[in-house]
């Protein structure tokens, strides 16, 4: 997360007169509780109206106020289609908070109505592998292909894409020592494994890369 992301997660939740000690922000942010003092004494610097102090809490006063974002009526719209389709095809978390936005933004109705495209179990997986993207640790799954082959793999998560019904993971294969591309639904099982770091030739764009390498080789 981008401190400038943290310092208004951060704001957000010390709005509603309630007190938020800084090792509860800490364990919401996964930072350190150094780190939620050091932003509170940056926030404070800056002018925002934080009250309270070290050992018992903070809160914000409720007279600071954050100014809402200001959308064209396009915009506007293709938020609430990209917060539906979230909704719709997410996992539990994911679409509880699409629906939690959509609630905020006074949408009492989608746009449209997607059925969901998940299982309960599917929706496990795709929450398992989005938190292993956005923190970049590996994942160790038992993968079913096409043919009914079951195989142990370790991977790098590189990138989730939802193509209507079907979820698919990009990953580095350490098991392979290539990319490869795991649909979510044949996922039969998933494990966290150690953070990795992005190296040259391991990362989404390296993959994007020889994709394009390989479109232009059959086209010539």
């Known amino acids: 997360m981008r401190r400038a992301d943290r310092l208004f997660a951060i704001l957000q939740a010390l709005r509603g007169g309630r007190l938020r000690t800084a090792a509860s922000l800490a364990e919401g942010l996964e930072v350190s509780v150094r780190t939620i003092y050091r932003d509170i004494s940056d ?3 800056n002018g925002a109206p934080i009250d309270g102090e070290r050992g ?11 100014p809402p974002l200001a959308l064209t009526p396009v915009e506007h719209e293709a938020l609430r289609w990209g917060l539906a ?4 095809h ?4 994911l679409s509880g908070a699409a629906r939690d936005v959509l609630s905020k933004l006074g949408v009492s109705q989608a746009p449209f109505h997607a059925p ?10 795709l929450q398992g592998v989005r938190e292993a993207l956005s923190r970049s640790r590996r994942l160790g799954i038992t993968y079913e292909d096409s043919a009914g082959a079951v ?23 350490e098991s392979r020592n290539d990319f490869r591309v795991f649909r979510i639904d044949r996922i039969r099982s998933f494990k966290d494994g150690a953070p990795f770091r992005p190296e040259s030739g391991r990362t989404i764009g390296d993959f994007v890369a020889a994709v394009r390498a390989q479109a232009r080789r059959q086209d010539g």
Do not use: I, M, N, Y
């Open 116 to 125: 969901p495209s998940l299982t309960p179990l599917q929706k496990k997986l």
């Open 85 to 88: 389709l979230a909704a719709a």
């Open 43 to 45: 926030l404070q610097a």
């Open 90 to 93: 997410g996992d539990e978390a």
């Open 151 to 173: 195989s142990a793999r370790t991977v790098r998560p590189l990138g989730l894409e939802h193509w209507g019904r079907v979820w698919t993971l990009t990953a580095w294969c």
């Open 56 to 66: 018992l809490g903070f809160l914000l006063r409720d007279d600071f106020f954050l």
